[in-house]
């Protein structure tokens, strides 16, 4: 069967090599987002997708706007019997949707309605859920509000990180596509529950400072969501402090922000608007990442100091 694949970032990466390795699938072309600036130097780089295509020899195209009519005659020539998306970043047109002869097909790092939108990983860590997934659909021309396929559930490790869960959802995404692909023709496509529904946005860098008086638990439920991006942080003085793993200790009181522990014996432990948060690894600005207990020995902070 000839398949077009459209993705972009590791998440997909998975999806597209399991397809390559098909004996019932050829994938003819790849659609993936231009190369991106990258770094200090803004060194242009391209996606991983389009990394893994010419790495075996697919034809690769970057469309900035896939509904510009130039792509779908592009697609059109290419008869595709099916399109299978997997965080490719655009939306796709109802005209785009038509040209595949079975349709389009994406996989989605959330248990769908739940966590609609180009973040689910993330914000599912963030919001203190303990359980997600990867749910895959027939695209329609909304925000992932298709027919669902399959839905697989998969536990949230208490203290994984977004990049953690990341990984393990892009082998279990792929997983998940292939059992998908291979059963399409017993599966009855379900409607989501739209009253079920929730859509959450692109992370921002906005949104990583740390807000001392929320409790301890939603704060390193948003260290672990913002890890390894944006990363949250928070600021002494002129400096600024990127926390990528953190304890929650309930036991432990403190005014909002109060440095309650500052030595090489406990580490670094900050009051919360409930409960208090030990500081285990993080990076401040022009620093290598490092364990708090070393970092103390370089900074020296006055315990009762309010951030």
């Known amino acids: 069967m000839n398949c077009v694949f459209f993705g972009t970032p590791d998440f997909a990466v998975p999806a597209l090599k399991a397809l390559i390795k098909s004996d019932n699938y ?4 790849v659609f993936t987002q231009p190369d991106k600036k990258v770094g200090r130097k803004q060194t242009l780089t391209p996606p991983p997708v389009k990394k893994v295509a010419l790495e075996y020899g697919i034809t690769v195209f970057q469309p900035e706007k896939i509904k510009e009519e130039k792509w779908l005659d592009i697609l059109r020539e290419l008869e595709p019997d099916i399109i299978v998306t997997a965080a490719f970043g655009q939306i796709l047109s109802k005209e785009l949707l038509d040209i595949p002869k079975v349709g389009v097909i994406n996989v989605h790092g959330s ?8 973040a689910p990983i993330q ?26 396929l399959l839905k697989r559930e998969t536990e949230i490790k208490e203290d994984e990180t977004a990049g953690e ?6 082998d279990m995404g792929a997983k998940v596509l292939m059992e998908t692909l291979e059963s399409l023709e017993s599966i009855s496509p379900v409607k989501q529950d739209e009253s079920e529904a929730s859509y959450f946005p692109m992370l921002k860098k906005e949104m990583a400072k740390i807000d001392f008086t929320k409790s301890a638990f ?17 600021n002494i003085d002129d400096l600024k402090i990127n926390v990528f793993k953190a304890k929650v200790l309930q036991d432990v009181k403190g005014m909002p922000g109060e440095i309650i522990s500052w030595n ?6 900050i009051g919360c608007g409930k409960g208090a948060l030990e ?3 993080l990076q ?23 951030l």
């Open 284 to 306: 401040a600005s022009g620093k290598k990442l490092m364990d708090a207990k070393s970092f103390v020995n370089g900074k020296k902070i006055e315990v009762g100091h309010v």
């Open 279 to 281: 500081i285990l690894s």
């Open 123 to 148: 914000w599912a860590i963030i919001n203190g859920e303990r359980v997600t997934g990867i749910s895959t659909m027939f695209t329609d021309p909304g925000i992932d509000t298709g027919d669902i």
């Open 111 to 118: 248990l769908l309605p739940k966590y609609r939108g180009p």
């Open 264 to 269: 090489t014996k406990d580490g670094i432990i």
């Open 26 to 29: 050829k994938v003819s072309a």
């Open 165 to 170: 869960l990341f990984e393990r959802l892009a």
């Open 218 to 234: 939603e704060i390193n439920n948003l260290i672990r969501g913002l890890n390894p991006w944006p990363v949250a942080y928070f």
